[in-house]
């Protein structure tokens, strides 16, 4: 599976470290998401990293996209924190 290839680029860890930073940040002020929020927006993520990338900025974000191991390590990060959920070892 190319997830394992991805996991050792620094953009792989960059956005599983980014999106963990949040996710202890929302639950320190108490938030919750649903299962079916996240388990969305880890498609999302996942098609993001499949959508090409040309290196330009997007016209409407005026931002550059991510790599697309920076997409698959929050899709990770977020698929982490479901299985956590599961096994009730988060609150």
């Known amino acids: 599976m190319d997830e394992m290839l991805c996991q050792e680029t ?6 599983f470290a980014a999106l963990l930073r949040l996710h202890a ?9 649903t299962e079916r929020f996240l ?16 290196g330009r900025p997007l016209p409407v974000l005026d931002r550059p996209l991510y ?3 920076w997409y698959r390590g929050r899709a990770d990060a977020l698929r982490q924190i479901v ?7 988060l609150e």
Not at 10 to 15: P, W
Not at 42 to 50: D, G, M, V
């Open 67 to 69: 790599a697309p191991d």
């Open 10 to 15: 620094a953009d792989y860890r960059a956005g």
């Open 83 to 89: 299985r956590e959920q599961r096994e009730g070892t």
């Open 39 to 54: 388990v969305r927006e880890i498609r999302q993520l996942e098609h993001s990293a499949h959508a090409p990338t040309s």
């Open 25 to 33: 940040e929302a639950q320190r002020r108490g938030w919750r998401v």
